[in-house]
């Protein structure tokens, strides 16, 4: 009974700030909405007894990645009254699109396959089993090759990153590696006789 009232909590939170963060005008509220949203996401992955991807959700996506798109948001200074222009333009589209999603949510809500009956419940395991150790099996054994890929393709973007964001200015000093390298002592050092 606690179970399910701490799943609901945690689910109706996570769905609230999922809203909060849709409807928000404020980018850094947005931002601020999705943080919610992850820490009740971990409430749940916690419910269900998966407490490193809990941890890890919160490290990674609350400790790092939203502290980045904070950064981000302030950097950027968006202009919210050149945002608000010709948004009626794009309504017909948009409201299309909602009217779907939620045509296909109200046939997947209804279709019975989300029954009481239907669903399975969460067994709990035993202290015995460590879901790092479990997780580490599985992805270092059966994923190694897609563990490596998605490694390899970070690798590429941050590399990426680096690359587009890397500007020369005319006003900075930069370093000839090359010259630097192929110096002589000659070239530095002066004998001084007193």
Not at 181 to 193: A, G, I, M, N, P
Request: with cysteine; hydrophobic share 60%.
């Amino acid at each position: 009974m606690l179970e399910t009232a701490f799943f609901n909590l945690f689910g109706g939170l996570a769905i609230a700030a999922a809203l909060g963060v849709i409807l928000s005008a404020n980018t850094m509220h947005s931002v601020m909405w999705l943080i919610l949203c992850f820490f009740n996401a971990s409430g749940l992955f916690f419910l269900l007894d998966a407490e490193f991807l809990g941890i890890i959700l919160i490290l990674i996506y609350v400790g790092a990645v939203m502290v980045l798109f904070m950064f981000v948001v302030m950097m950027l200074e968006v202009n919210v009254a050149k945002k608000r222009e010709g948004w009626l333009q794009y309504l017909p589209v948009g409201g299309m699109v909602s009217l779907i999603l939620f045509i296909e949510l109200v046939a997947a809500s209804t279709s019975g396959l989300f029954g009481s009956e239907k669903m399975a419940t969460a067994a709990h395991l035993g202290k015995e089993v460590s879901n790092t150790e479990e997780i580490g099996k599985v992805l270092y054994t059966q994923y190694l090759l897609a563990f490596e890929i998605a490694a390899i393709i970070l690798l590429v973007a941050l590399v990426g990153a680096i690359v587009l964001t890397l500007r020369e200015r005319k006003d900075a000093k930069y370093q000839n590696i090359s010259k630097q390298v192929q110096v002589r002592k000659e070239d530095r050092l002066r004998k001084v006789s007193m």
